[in-house]
């Protein structure tokens, strides 16, 4: 049986106010049982929503503080860059912005970077795509590499164009990519990862800055994330969306979210109103526009930049840049609570600033990207002290955007928009490899 090394306990003194809503999660038998998929995406079949247990934790992190095994090393294919990674990982580069990834593709890596996820292939192979946050109009997209069931990069392609800042976005049960638009009138667009299909515009999930989506399987509805310093936390229930099945994303309900109570340290509940009118009218002329999709709830709660967004096992995560918070929802009951606040999380030092996108390992420990003056993906839990995972050296005019493991778990990909540059010319996207996996009999402490 095979588990991964970062499945050891860490004791520490939560703040228990917050701690309570976090009552799901595995046991440690349970986790170990789950072996080689520790790390790869959530199994989206899912179990029945009566057989779920209820809350969100009472564990700490599966990943234990490696920040004093982190060392220095050097890019693989990049050279001039240099990251702080656990002893036993390695890095490579694999595409960088104007060049090709594969060199029998006419692909060329796209500007910016941003969210990505991966895709398993019927060959044992995956597809890694990658939004491109290109601000000229209609210069974004989306784009995807190949990589066969050894891990080696066979093809590089589109996989949406003709759209304009795409930033974050999320991954469907049914294996599509769904690239948001972070322009007011800004759509969702729905995208075949293997490029075959011409990604869809989805209107009726709202016109407004997406920024991320999430699908929950068992409640069978998508979250969606806005980014404006007051923006509203969305969900759409799809008319059509058969157990188990696809969903149809063309029709249905779309939501803003209402939270009860003035104390984000407490767990809160949740209620939800309808939009109207989600597809309005945007016109330069303010007298014969519609009213915004974000502004026909006054009482919606607002929302200090929202930004990265992933479910896992009955729970939404996502992060709001403004407030440098991380929130966790249970969608069963429609609770609301925090799991990471720089105002009140100060044991991490240096806190983190601006969170951004976010992934989540299928063990479900959460893992956020910095926007700000450090570049580190942080492993954040509601029992567990933040660390670093990855610090990116020499790239501070940059961000790191899009993480996401392989399916098998081995790989975690990530980009950095701006690179050593600075700016929208040099995006690098990399691919993190390391000891995962160990003999469960091999080590004592888990």
């Not at 601000?135 to 990589?147: C, K, P, S, T």
């Not at 800055?209 to 699908?215: F, I, L, M, S, T």
């Not at 974000?294 to 479910?311: L, M, S, V």
């Not at 440098?324 to 969608?331: E, Q």
């Amino acid at each position: 049986m095979s588990y991964s090394p970062l499945a050891k306990r860490r004791s520490q003194e939560p703040n228990e106010n917050r701690r309570k809503f976090l009552r799901r999660g595995l046991m440690a038998a349970s986790v170990l049982a789950i072996g080689p998929s520790l790390w790869g995406p959530p199994a989206w079949g899912g179990s029945p929503r009566s057989a779920r247990p209820m809350g969100m934790g009472n564990r700490v992190s599966n990943i234990p503080n490696l920040a004093d095994t982190l060392h220095e090393i050097t890019v693989e294919n990049d050279p001039a860059t240099r990251m702080m990674v656990p002893r036993g990982f390695s890095v490579r580069e694999v595409a960088r912005t104007g060049q090709r990834a594969h060199p029998g593709s006419s692909y060329l890596w796209h500007s910016e970077p941003d969210g990505g996820a991966t895709f398993p292939m019927r060959d044992g192979g995956w597809v890694y795509v990658s939004n491109a946050e290109v601000g000229a109009f209609r210069q974004g997209g989306v784009g995807a590499l190949r990589f066969n069931n050894k891990g080696q990069i066979v093809s590089s392609y589109s996989i949406c164009s003709g759209t304009t800042n795409n930033c974050a976005g999320g991954l469907t049960p049914w294996g599509t990519w769904l690239s948001c638009e972070e322009i007011e009138s800004g759509l969702v667009y729905e995208c075949d990862p293997t490029g075959e299909r011409l990604a869809m515009p989805l209107p009726a999930l709202g016109v407004f800055k997406h920024e991320g989506a999430a699908v929950d399987p068992i409640g069978r509805c998508i979250y969606l994330t806005e980014d404006e310093g007051d923006g509203n936390f969305y969900r759409f229930i799809p008319d059509v969306y058969p157990s188990g099945g696809r969903a149809d994303l063309r029709n249905g309900r779309l939501e803003v979210a209402i939270v009860q109570g003035d104390d984000p340290a407490s767990t809160r509940s949740l209620s939800w109103k309808e939009v109207s009118n989600p597809n309005p009218r945007l016109t330069g002329d303010e007298n014969r526009r519609d009213l915004p999709t974000r502004k026909q709830i006054p009482e919606a709660t607002k929302f200090d930049g929202g930004e990265g967004i992933w479910y896992h096992d009955g729970v939404v995560y996502f992060t709001t840049k403004g407030d440098n918070r991380v929130w966790a929802v249970d969608t069963a009951r429609d609770l609301i609570d925090l799991i990471y606040d720089k105002k009140t999380d100060g044991i991490f030092e240096p806190g983190i600033d601006d969170v951004d996108n976010i992934t989540v390992s299928s063990s479900g420990d959460v893992i956020v990207a910095e926007d700000g003056a450090e570049m580190r993906l942080v492993v954040v839990g509601g029992d567990a002290r933040p660390f670093e995972l990855v610090n990116v050296i020499g790239q501070r005019g940059s961000e790191i955007t899009g993480p996401a493991f392989s399916p098998d778990g081995n790989r975690l990909y990530f980009s950095s928009q701006r690179g050593i540059a600075g700016d929208s010319t040099d995006g690098r996207t990399y691919e993190m490899r390391g000891p995962f996996f160990i003999d469960a009999d091999s080590d004592k402490e888990a």
